[in-house]
């Protein structure tokens, strides 16, 4: 019996997935889908992550771009390397370590993210 439910959650889970998807993309000016994939597919952030860019799942696109938002207003960038992020308490939580280059910030948003 335990193993007939696991198929029944992971189709669940799939389905709560791609109704997240459609809600998420909406459709763009010209009515016609917007896309759902790849780096517009709406993922979940970890609570940490979440801290700050938000909750609810969102496009990595916006994930990104609201860290970047975040780097800029509290002046998390190093003054003599810009491509340099010095981590906050917030940021530190997400990186695992007190700088990090916006080069292998992805890489670390990626564990973070479902």
Not at 46 to 70: F, M, N, Q, T, Y
Not at 84 to 105: C, H, P, R
């Amino acid at each position: 019996m335990a193993k007939a439910a696991a198929p029944k959650k992971e189709a669940g889970e799939k389905a709560a997935k791609e109704k997240v998807a459609k809600e998420v993309a909406g459709k763009k000016k010209d009515g016609t889908p917007a896309r759902v994939d790849g780096i517009h597919k709406p993922v979940i952030p970890s609570p940490e992550l979440a801290a700050v860019v938000g909750e609810g799942a969102k496009p990595r696109s916006e994930i990104i771009s609201k860290l970047w938002e975040h780097i800029k207003a509290n002046d998390l960038q190093d003054p003599k390397d810009k491509r340099q992020i010095n981590a906050d308490e917030k940021l530190e939580k997400v990186f695992g370590k007190k700088s990090v280059s916006m080069f292998e910030m992805n890489k670390h948003v990626s564990a973070h993210v479902k």
